[in-house]
T-cell receptor, first 114, second 114 residues
Framework: DAGVIQSPRHEVTEMGQEVTLRCKPI?????LFWYRQTMMRGLELLIY????????DSGMPEDRFSAKMPNASFSTLKIQPSEPRDSAVYFC????????????FGDGTRLSIL | AQSVTQPDIHITVSEGASLELRCNYS??????LFWYVQSPGQGLQLLLK??????LVQGIKGFEAEFKRSQSSFNLRKPSVHWSDAAEYFC????????????FGTGTRLTIIP
């Protein structure tokens, strides 16, 4: 079975540029989560969707960050403009959509903003 | 709101020795509890989960965890570690309130020495 697929795996770009991270959840999963992992702050939930609708975006750091889920099989996390402090590993996870079901993680996108 | 504490940042054990990783949670009711493992450059993989019922749960790779309500703990154990168990381990707690957000601990890095 295909797991959660993220692209790109690595992204290096200069500050001020727009960055788009992509995620394909596991087929049939109704919930999708975006996390950010850094040494200083650990694993932080940025936003999560259920049935393509954003449910909780309280973790989105600021207006430079936006996330969309246009359909059940695709989501994007966009940073515009990017800043060096956005450098982190960004994970996407999906789950069947019930609170007692575990989340399944992708392998992440390592983002470096120069 | 729920919270998770993993008091050990780094643990070193000899191959073949037993292992116990500590996890303490704070939540007003019975929580959902998870242990995940993260190998370098990869996403988080679910080891085991607790929802209700038997307080001793078995997971993959020979791991088990015991839910102790009186101590608000969910410690992870393995009777004999292998070099391949070297990784970062995360405890996470979720709530029965319909919100799928998980709160993750800061992780415990496990090093195995020959």
């Amino acid at each position: 079975d295909a797991g959660v697929i993220q692209s790109p795996r690595h992204e290096v770009t200069e500050m001020g540029q727009e960055v788009t991270l992509r995620c394909k959840p596991i087929s049939g999963h109704n919930s999708l989560f975006w996390y950010r992992q850094t040494m200083m702050r650990g694993l932080e939930l940025l936003i999560y969707f259920n049935n393509n609708v954003p449910i909780d975006d309280s973790g989105m750091p600021e207006d430079r960050f936006s996330a969309k889920m246009p359909n059940a099989s695709f989501s994007t996390l966009k940073i515009q403009p990017s800043e060096p402090r956005d450098s982190a590993v960004y994970f996407c996870a999906s789950s069947p959509g019930l609170s007692n079901q575990p989340q399944h993680f992708g392998d992440g996108t390592r983002l470096s903003i120069l | 709101a729920q919270s998770v504490t993993q008091p050990d940042i780094h643990i070193t054990v000899s191959e073949g020795a037993s292992l116990e990783l500590r996890c303490n949670y704070s939540y007003g009711a019975t929580p959902y509890l998870f242990w995940y493992v993260q190998s370098p450059g990869q996403g988080l993989q679910l080891l085991l989960k607790y929802f209700s019922g038997d307080t001793l749960v078995q997971g993959i790779k020979g791991f088990e965890a015991e839910f102790k309500r009186s101590q608000s703990s969910f410690n992870l154990r393995k009777p004999s570690v292998h070099w391949s168990d070297a990784a970062e381990y995360f405890c996470a707690v979720g709530a029965f309130d319909g919100n799928e957000k998980l709160t993750f601990g800061t992780g415990t890095r496990l090093t195995i020495i020959p």
